[in-house]
């Protein structure tokens, strides 16, 4: 992947990827074979009612979890065929993640927490310290370096997680319901610190949620019903606030 | 990978530092109650087995009476023995080295303004050979002395602490009821025997003496009899009660009126009565480490489901399992070697100061030490890496969504 070429280039591309929980009688097929092309620097959200699938997808897309048929190109390379060591170095190196919970460790401070994706890629102390530190600046955190999450508001534990994602400079990010804890203001403002990432940063972003007003922020919405793909349509985001 | 593990580990130890050290001090409890109670019973069976050496080696008892005897048993009724049954013994038995007739009585010493009651034994100039038992000072019993009975006395550590103190005591006098004697030596000091006894706390006089000039009668008490190096005490107590039977007249079938006791009897009896002793000290702690052991179990599980979510967090941003399973295994193991090192040095240290305090000696049984240490660090390393490893084999979001 090296070059820069001038027509879009997939990140991401499914087709008739397929999962499906337990087996038997209690059998749920969460995902039917769903086709899906996710192209550098899109800002993507997946929408639909519980049970959907839409976090499944989410969790394939981020290499978290395994499909059960159909398959996945993560940058033109088949990840069905690759090991759990090659997919955690795939999600060290090119994946970032936000999570409903934040899923902070608990008693670390802002800054150990943002240090982590660094540790895992062997990054330098002294390099580590200073991306961290930028990493929570870009987020809005500067200042809080030393406080541990419980020290922390929804909202900063969010910016807190983001930085995390970030700070690795990952190809995408992936959001599960980013604002799913949090009130509308601090959402907005979570929103706004994404959209940033995805048009300063050139950051691909998928981000699952189930609200339409935050989905309104993104530039492409699809639609998840019954484990297929029911919609995919453009948007025009709203620049409120 | 391994730089990064220890900096991981050491950051998990430090950011919690109520279970890391609830976990330690299950383990510092566990080792240091095995080594502590195993050190003190070690301590009790080496101090009898010293205590036993020296009542003196190959040392044979013949008493009067059957058993260890009491007021008005057997032992009063029975016939007492006689300077004929010393010579008798001297002279047929093979192996003997050495016998000494004891006859005693307990009396008051004087000396100056100082008072001391205290136990005399009369013997003769074979008593210190017989007993093992050297003298600090002075010179044993010339023969002529224990033919005539004269009046000299060789004193035990303790009448000589409390008689004399710091003083030489050669060459002076001291009264025991009306008799007035010589001090001609002092016995070095014995200790405690493993009856709780103060075996110093004695006067030995020549046997004459005492029969003539203290109890009136020429009775000799009890007799004690050495065997010599490589003779099997065994025969030489076989040949002592047929001789005795011989002289006392017992008919064929007929109960022995006196006893012969081997020491190596009453050794062997109170090693292993000291052994029962250490085995249930053992019994005790093992229990203590087992409650350790599960303190430490409850710990670790107890944080499982805090740890699978992290777990599934650092998987998440791009570890590996064996990241993740390195770093948990340096975590067990260092929380499991600082443990061990405390239990270690409390559990020697409180084991120092309780054989102190019972003025046993100090035995360190590295083979204790190794295992109370194993077993907790075992424990430990089992209960925090096993569950950490099933978590790590899990994928990330399963992880994740533990509950």
């Known amino acids: 992947m090296t070059g820069m070429p001038a027509t879009p280039t997939p990140v991401i591309e499914l087709s008739q990827v397929s999962k499906i929980y337990g087996h038997g009688e209690g059998e749920v097929r969460a995902l039917r074979g769903i086709d899906l092309r996710i192209n550098a620097g899109e800002f993507v959200a997946v929408m639909g009612p519980s049970g959907s699938g839409k976090s499944t997808c989410m969790n394939v897309l981020g290499c978290l979890d395994t499909p059960t048929g159909g398959t996945y190109k993560f940058l033109g390379v088949p990840v069905g065929s690759m090991n759990a060591d090659q997919r955690a170095l795939l999600r060290r190196n090119y994946l970032g993640f936000v999570f409903q919970g934040f899923n902070l460790l608990s008693r670390t401070t802002a800054l150990e927490n943002v240090e982590l994706p660094l540790v895992y890629r062997h990054v330098p102390k002294e390099q580590r310290r200073a991306l961290a530190r930028k990493a929570l600046q870009e987020v809005g955190l500067a200042g809080r370096e030393s406080h541990v999450p419980s020290q922390l508001s929804g909202g900063q534990q969010q910016r807190v997680a983001i930085a995390r994602a970030i700070v690795s400079t990952p190809q995408v990010l992936f959001a599960d319901e980013p604002t799913g804890n949090l009130d509308t203001a601090t959402s907005a403002e979570i929103m706004k610190l994404l959209t940033g990432l995805n048009e300063q940063r050139g950051i691909t972003i998928a981000m699952v949620t189930h609200e339409p007003d935050i989905a309104s922020w993104t530039r492409r919405i699809v639609r998840f019903r019954d484990g297929n793909i029911e919609s995919d349509q453009v948007n025009e985001p709203v620049r409120e606030l | ?403």
């Open chain 2, 1 to 403: 990978m391994f730089g990064n593990a220890i900096i991981l580990a050491l950051r998990e130890i430090r950011r919690n530092v109520l279970r890391s050290s609830l976990t330690i001090l299950g383990i510092v409890i566990g080792v240091g109650a095995v080594i502590t109670m195993v050190t003190i019973g070690e301590g009790a069976t080496a101090k009898v087995q010293a205590d036993i050496q020296k009542l003196g080696s190959n040392m044979l008892q013949v008493f009067r009476g059957q058993g260890f005897g009491g007021p008005g048993g057997a032992r009063s009724s029975a016939p007492p023995f006689t300077m004929d049954d010393v010579e008798a013994i001297r002279n047929e038995i093979n192996g003997v080295r050495a016998v000494a007739p004891t006859a005693g009585t307990a009396t008051q010493a004087i000396y100056g303004n100082s008072n001391w009651s205290t136990q005399v034994t009369g013997s003769d100039d074979q008593y210190i050979s017989v007993r093992d038992w050297p003298l600090t000072t002075g010179r044993n019993f010339s023969e002529s002395e224990v033919r005539a009975g004269a009046a000299v006395c060789i004193l035990g550590e303790t009448v000589k602490r409390e008689l004399f103190g710091q003083e030489d005591p050669l060459g002076a006098s001291i009264r025991l009821a009306k008799l007035s004697c010589q001090v001609i030596g002092v016995l070095s000091a014995k200790g405690q025997s493993s009856f709780g006894q103060d075996q110093d706390d004695l006067v030995l006089l020549p046997l004459r003496t005492v029969q003539r000039r203290m109890t009136g009668n020429s009775d000799v008490g009890s007799m004690m009899v050495s065997a010599r190096d490589g003779v099997a005490t065994e025969k030489v107590q076989a040949d002592l009660e047929r001789l005795m039977r011989e002289r006392r007249k017992i008919r064929m079938g007929a109960d022995d009126d006196f006893t012969v006791r081997d020491l190596k009897e009453i050794s062997s009896a109170m090693t292993s009565t000291t052994r029962v002793l250490t085995t249930l000290l053992a019994a005790v702690a093992a229990v203590s480490l087992l409650v350790g052991g599960v303190g430490i179990m409850n710990i670790m599980l107890v944080s499982v489901t805090e740890r699978t979510r992290e777990i599934g967090t650092r998987l998440a941003v791009g570890a590996m399992a064996s990241d993740v399973l390195l770093q948990f295994l340096i975590e067990a193991v260092t929380l499991a070697a600082f443990g061990g090192i405390i239990g270690i040095v409390l559990g020697l240290s409180a084991g120092a100061l309780a054989t102190h305090a019972f003025q046993v000696p100090f035995v360190l049984n590295m083979g204790v030490v190794m295992l109370s240490f194993a077993f907790s660090a075992a424990v430990g390393i089992i209960f925090g890496y096993f569950p950490a490893q099933r978590a790590a084999q899990l994928d990330p979001i399963e992880a994740l969504r533990h509950e």
